[in-house]
């Protein structure tokens, strides 16, 4: 097919569906001097020393091509011109004997393949002096002995098994990712040398000791040292004209404050120090400044927010859950107009419910749990409220009065769930690798959410004084994974609408006052893998159905009136399941406010079947009135017929 296009110099396929094999005409066109193949579905396998029958060829790109590449090396298989080869994810297990030959190569792209053990010596000797740019991440390579390449700007090496301490880098080190391995030991002070590095990532590592001073007066645009074993403080050095952007030493053993310093970073983005030993008061300039995200979770931090968060505030995500932080939550918050993420979880915040946080569009999590907020939540002047809101979590708190009917409304986000989407997104910050994370109490267990789906949907309002009964408005919820409104002082009935929480995986309606059946509803939902409805006073049989039957006695003890599996207590005869009543909404209408014993008493006055259809009509069409006065004045009609007969029999006798 690429017979004739003899002239032909570069050749791009990348990025197609393309499948078969790769034609074998492609290595007749000499003059090739670039090919890219990368990302396409080829099946079969190929022969690297193929294409060195391209005399020219200087740029080969074979990643990510779905077929196996063999990389022995043969006679004349050498690239005289070869600078730029990538065969990630080429389903390789040793390093190329190919690449032997090989010594102006600049740019060498081995990652996601399956490469075991130690670098081979001979590798040393391949690009010495024009490499640039290595990439072995994503392998099994378990050491790295030195670094001989003396013009090595850009090295990869994570997600390995590496082991040992950190190498010595070249001096014109620009960037070093070296993270998800088992180096041991402390930062080298050849790193205080490194006079171009921009970015330097040894995460997810044992690494020890202090963090070199010199780093905070560095060229460092990006450092990550998150997940090791530094202790100390965080480098009191950082010079005005400071570039760094991104600065995340997240689970380590860090003390002390917050250096005064950092006012000198103005380019700073991202500031994640979470899960260290840090204590003092937060620094007021940190609400006006150019961040995005502000972690400081799991400290010793003490006072109150900041409370200046300036009218130009970026801030997309707070966080700031496991301190000692007292006081209300700043009025200002409100000029924060990006702000997706909010937590201040587990501190001693004394306010009432912030609901002036309804005009934020952007905020998806609303973390308040465990802090001292207290009274009702109010009512607010947003026409939708949170129309974006996924998850919020107010347990462990004091709020009282009923359920918000107004702001469960607005949960817009919260509504029409798609149960058919495949998509696996999660929430991330734009052009950093930074993912968001939370603490959240999901199905019964306490756990760290280290990155949050966007499809996730979970509400908390469990451990207040909630009172009143849960409203149907619930129902219209559909996304909700998790729903808990335990441990409150709710009444009524569980409304049947939850049937309609298709997504639900975990209910928690346990320990309050609610009363009546067990709604035939819940026994549809096919995900529930959570329930919890013990110490309430429910009564009448549990619905059976398969979710409803892998549940045990826990679900339910607390409620002497329940009968049926999987309790001992057997059900009467007469102790009929609840009918199957429809779930539907009427915007502005409570159905318990309504569908009332009236219907009942219809029900039984003109049969079963006339009493439901006419409550089936009524609960569909929206409580036709005329038509329940009609029923009534004919049923009140027909008992005084009755009472007059038996007054005139007593008087016949």
């Known amino acids: 097919m690429f017979t004739n296009l003899t002239q032909l110099s570069l050749l791009s396929l990348a990025d197609n569906q393309l499948i078969g094999s790769i034609p074998s005409s492609i290595f007749e066109l000499v003059n090739l001097t670039f090919v ?64 032997r030959t090989q010594h102006q190569l600049e740019w060498l792209d081995l990652s996601r393949n399956q490469i075991r053990g130690r670098i081979p010596s001979w590798m040393w000797e391949i690009g010495v002096h024009t490499l640039y740019d290595l990439d072995l991440s994503r392998n099994f390579l378990t050491s790295i002995d030195h670094l001989p390449w003396k013009n090595l700007e850009y090295l990869t090496l994570d997600s390995n098994l590496l082991q040992g301490s950190l190498p010595d880098l070249p001096p014109h080190m620009l960037q070093l990712s070296i993270s998800n391995n088992s180096l041991t030991g402390e930062i ?52 005005k004209g400071c570039n760094l952007a ?58 109150s927010l900041p409370q ?17 932080l007292k006081g209300p939550l700043p009025p200002s918050l409100v000029n924060c107009q990006y702000l997706e993420v909010l937590d201040v979880g587990n501190n001693q915040i004394d306010d009432t419910f912030p609901y002036w946080l309804d005009v934020l569009l952007e ?139 298709t997504q639900l995986e975990s209910l928690d309606l346990s320990s309050n006052k609610l009363a009546g059946r067990i709604p035939t509803q819940l026994a549809s939902l096919n995900y529930l893998s959570v329930l919890n409805l013990s110490n309430n006073q429910l009564e009448g049989p549990i619905p059976g159905g398969p979710q409803f039957n892998t549940f045990g006695n826990d679900s339910y003890s607390g409620n002497s009136g329940l009968c049926g599996f999987p309790l001992s207590k057997s059900c009467s005869i007469d102790e009929a ?27 039984y006055a003109s049969g079963v079947v006339i009493g439901l259809s006419i409550g089936y009509m009524a609960f569909v069409t929206g409580r036709p009135q005329w038509f329940v006065r009609m029923i009534e004045r004919k049923q009140s009609r027909k008992l005084g017929r009755v009472i007059r007969r038996g007054r005139a029999s007593r008087r016949s006798l």
């Open 36 to 99: 890219s193949l990368s990302s396409n579905n080829f099946s079969g396998s190929v022969e690297l020393y193929d294409f060195a029958k391209l005399k020219n060829l200087k740029y080969l790109i074979l990643s990510n091509i779905s077929l196996s590449v063999s990389t022995k090396l043969t006679v004349n298989s050498s690239f005289p011109n070869l600078s730029d080869l990538d065969l990630s994810a080429c389903n390789i297990s040793e390093f190329p004997d190919i690449l």
């Open 188 to 239: 080298p002070s050849s790193f205080c040398n490194l006079s171009s590095i921009q970015y330097l990532d040894l995460s997810n590592n044992s690494l020890s000791g202090q963090i070199p001073q010199c780093l905070g007066n560095s060229t460092l645009e990006t450092l990550d040292l998150g997940m090791n074993n530094f202790q100390g403080s965080i480098p009191q050095t950082y010079a």
């Open 246 to 303: 991104y600065l995340r030493l997240y689970g380590n053993h860090l003390e002390g404050p917050l250096p005064p310093s950092l006012t000198n970073c103005v380019k700073l983005k991202i500031l994640g120090v979470g899960n260290n030993n840090f204590s003092g008061q937060i620094p007021e300039c940190l609400g006006n400044s150019t961040l995005q995200v502000l972690d400081l979770r799991m400290n010793n931090f003490s006072g």
């Open 308 to 324: 200046t968060f300036a009218k130009s505030c970026v801030l997309v995500s707070l966080n700031l859950n496991g301190n000692r």
């Open 363 to 501: 905020l998806q999590v609303l973390i308040l749990r465990s802090n001292r907020f207290r009274g009702p939540i109010g009512d607010t002047k947003t026409r939708v409220p949170f129309p974006k809101l996924r998850i919020i979590d107010l347990s462990y708190n004091q709020f009282t009065g009923v359920l918000p009917i107004w702001c469960l409304n607005g949960f817009k986000a919260m509504m029409h769930g798609d149960d058919n989407s495949i998509d696996v997104d999660y929430m991330t910050l734009s052009n950093y690798s930074y993912y968001e994370s939370i603490s959240l109490t999901v199905k019964g267990n306490d756990i760290q959410m280290e990155r949050i789906l966007t499809t996730f949907a979970t509400i908390d309002l469990s451990s207040n004084k909630f009172q009143g009964e849960i409203s149907v408005v619930l129902g219209k919820l559909n996304s909700l994974k998790s729903l808990n409104i335990s441990h409150d002082n709710l009444t009524g009935g569980i409304p049947s609408s939850l049937g309609n929480l």
């Open 577 to 603: 399941p609840e009918p199957l009543t429809p779930t539907g909404f009427i915007e502005g209408d409570d159905a318990s406010s309504w569908f009332d014993w009236k219907l009942a008493k219809l029900g």
